[in-house]
């Protein structure tokens, strides 16, 4: 089975721009939520969807929004990336919100902003 | 926000037991208690996670304090393959996890 698959890999950007990032999660799964992680620390929480609605939000500025489509996948999206923005950008999805499910992550999107 | 510490590097030989500690200060009575391990340039691995009593899987046992305020993650024999950064985490129950900034564990042949 498929785990939680993320695209791009790898990307590049300049500051200013806007960043677009893609999560398929588990077949079944119906929960989706984001992470930072940038070099040398824990992943931090940035937002997460159960049935397409917003159940939490870390604390990222505005210029960070998600969604989460009918099929369960999500987007995540950065406006106005700044240097600091760069970091592995991971999607975890479970079964459902709750702590006691087992939370898979994705191998994540690799984002450098010059 | 719940605040999760752990030592920043262990050390173990191959083939003997592994106790890696993480202490979780602030944790609330509801928030569950995970444990994943990451490679470089991999997303994390599931371990672990339990709420009150120990658990065990067949990749390692969590034993977690009367109070809740710390855990365990035991590795039974360590491998060469278990060498990696291992990150605690508790939450849950606001629909978020808080990770510590991890153990780097460093397995001698």
């Known amino acids: 089975d498929a785990g939680v698959t993320q695209s791009p890999t790898h990307l590049i950007k300049t500051r200013g721009q806007h960043v677009t990032l893609r999560c398929s999660p588990i077949s079944g799964h119906k929960s989706v939520s984001w992470y930072q992680q940038v070099l040398g620390q824990g992943p931090q929480f940035i937002f997460q969807?159960?049935?397409?609605?917003?159940?939490g939000r870390g604390n990222f500025p505005d210029r960070f929004s998600a969604r989460q489509f009918p099929n369960y996948s999500s987007e995540l999206n950065v406006n106005a990336l700044l240097l600091g923005d760069s970091a592995l950008y991971l999607c975890?999805?479970?079964?459902?919100?709750?702590?006691?499910?087992?939370?898979?992550f994705g191998e994540g999107s690799w984002l450098t902003v010059v | 926000d719940a605040k999760t510490t752990q030592p920043n590097s262990m050390e173990s030989n191959e083939e003997e037991p592994v106790h890696l500690p993480c202490n979780h200060s602030t944790i609330s009575g509801t928030d569950y208690i995970h444990w994943y391990r990451q490679l470089p340039s991999q997303g994390p691995e599931y371990v672990i996670h339990?709420?009150?009593s120990n658990v065990n899987n067949r990749m390692a046992s969590l034993a977690i304090a009367e109070d809740r305020k710390s855990s365990t993650l035991i590795l039974h024999r360590a491998t060469l393959r278990d060498a990696a950064v291992y990150y605690c985490?508790?939450?849950?129950?606001?629909?978020?996890?808080?990770f510590g900034k991890g153990t780097l564990l460093t397995v001698n042949p």
């Open positions: 975890a999805s479970s079964l459902g919100p709750a702590s006691g499910n087992t939370i898979y």
């Open positions: 985490g508790s939450g849950g129950s606001n629909y978020k996890l808080t």
């Open positions: 969807y159960y049935e397409k609605e917003e159940r």
């Open positions: 339990g709420l009150t």
